[in-house]
């Protein structure tokens, strides 16, 4: 009881930073600085059929989410999906990928007030939070209205998991009151129930069956035709920081007509990206641009959205950024579902597993520093057989981990009360 009046009492004191911190993000995404009255349980739309919500706090959990959010629309057709999102990165995506099928909105902050008016509003028979989304009074809200929620493909790595023990009473609450637990992984399942986590199963990771939309596909390959017959080094998902170190290994690959296609993680950062780029005196593009590529262009900015799977068909090779500094990593699995052969620094402790199984299948090599992404770099594009072989174990190691979606779909079937 001292934890959740703690809590509270934090959250209120909170409540002016919320709005600054809006105001704030807005000035760089102003999509922070629109639909601000959801964030707080006020919603223009009410359902008019029985309602699944599943929550995906950004773009990463968001893309996760697809084939589990395609099977519950097949598996039940009389129902509505509510997906609500916490970032506008996270709302674009979902309405790039579900704004025909389902209702997205905001999630509202934890204030138990804005918690019950969210619940109030669309009464949802189930509810799906992805990964490590947990919410202590929306958890608590749930129970005492018998929602039943499921944690679906939940990760947490050690480093979470001992942020968690700090609250260890609030946390250990929460994840009791879950109605059910889906891991990736046998670690995250021991991890969870180390904390407190009761009915957990592993169900293995739902981004293996996200399925390459067929587009993107054709978009690749459109890009590799404007490109040429130069090799292609992909700098995927790089956070603050890594640009530097990227370009620093560029300076040291001799690969002759090398050219790095660099996408930023977060759109908020592609202007920042091109002034470095300028600051370097490389000669560059911008994808927005849409245009040729001059002769002379040594770097591809990818400032866009949503063409991530498009940027792994154009390349020959992919580093997979946020593992070169400790960010913890990203998601490596669809670069391997298009069959590129990976790069990735020594912190991926956010796909620990993943990164894990990549490296024993001969899909991925592991570098510790700019001087070894270098050489690697430099000898994998000059090895076309060694890229090859890569490649198809990136595809092998990618099919032969599907099925989490099934998996996770008998899970709500169980959860979901009778009519």
């Known amino acids: ?21 809006l105001w704030w993000r807005g000035r760089r995404q102003p999509g922070y600085r629109e ?9 223009p739309t009410t359902p008019t059929r029985p309602v699944l919500w599943l929550h995906a706090v950004s773009v990463g959990e968001t893309r996760a989410a697809e084939p589990l959010v395609r099977a519950l629309a ?11 999102q916490m970032t506008p990165t996270g709302r674009e995506a979902a309405q790039q990928l579900f704004g025909d099928t389902a209702t997205i909105v905001y999630l509202p902050y934890d204030y138990p007030a804005a918690v019950a008016r969210f619940l109030t509003q669309f009464r949802p028979r189930l509810g799906i939070l992805m990964e490590t989304e947990i919410w202590f009074n929306l958890v608590e809200a749930c129970a005492r209205q018998g929602v039943p929620l499921l944690l679906a493909n939940a990760r947490l790595s050690e480093k979470s998991a001992r942020g968690y023990e700090l609250v260890a009473p609030l946390t250990r609450a929460a994840l009791a009151r879950l109605a059910a637990v889906s891991a990736q992984t046998h670690e995250d399942a021991a991890r969870l129930e180390r904390l407190g986590a009761l009915a957990v199963e592993v169900t293995g990771n739902l981004k293996f069956d996200v399925t390459v939309a067929p587009q993107l596909l054709a978009l690749g390959a ?47 950062r592609f202007d920042e990206v091109a002034a470095l780029l300028e600051e370097r005196r490389l000669a560059y593009a911008r994808r927005s641009d849409d245009g040729a590529l001059p002769q002379d262009c040594r770097v591809l ?4 959205m949503g063409e991530m799977a498009a940027y792994y068909a154009a390349c020959d090779l992919a580093f997979i950024g946020g593992g070169l500094l400790p960010y913890g990593g990203h998601n490596l699995i669809e670069a391997c579902a298009v069959g590129r052969p990976l790069l990735f620094g020594p912190y991926m402790y956010n796909f620990a597993e993943a990164s894990r199984l990549a490296l024993e299948a001969g899909a991925a090599v592991e570098v510790a520093d700019v001087a070894m992404l270098a050489e690697r770099a ?16 990136a595809l092998s190691f990618s099919r032969a981990h599907q099925g989490a979606t099934a998996r996770n779909l008998a899970m709500c079937e169980r959860l979901l009360p009778p009519k």
């Open 1 to 21: 009881m001292i934890w959740r009046l703690g809590y509270r009492l934090l959250l209120w004191l909170l409540f002016p930073w919320a709005l600054v911190h």
């Open 35 to 43: 639909h601000i009255a959801e964030r707080f349980g006020w919603y």
């Open 74 to 84: 097949a598996h039940y057709p009389g129902h509505e999906l509510l997906l609500t």
């Open 222 to 268: 459109e890009l590799k035709r404007r490109i040429g017959r130069r090799p292609v080094l992909l700098a995927a998902s790089t956070r603050e920081g890594e640009e530097e170190l990227v370009l620093d290994a560029l300076a040291q690959i001799r690969v002759e007509g090398l050219l790095l296609l660099l996408v930023p993680r977060h759109p908020q």
């Open 301 to 304: 900015l990818g400032d866009s």
């Open 378 to 393: 430099r000898e994998l594009l000059g090895d076309p057989a060694a890229l090859a072989r890569m490649s198809q174990a």
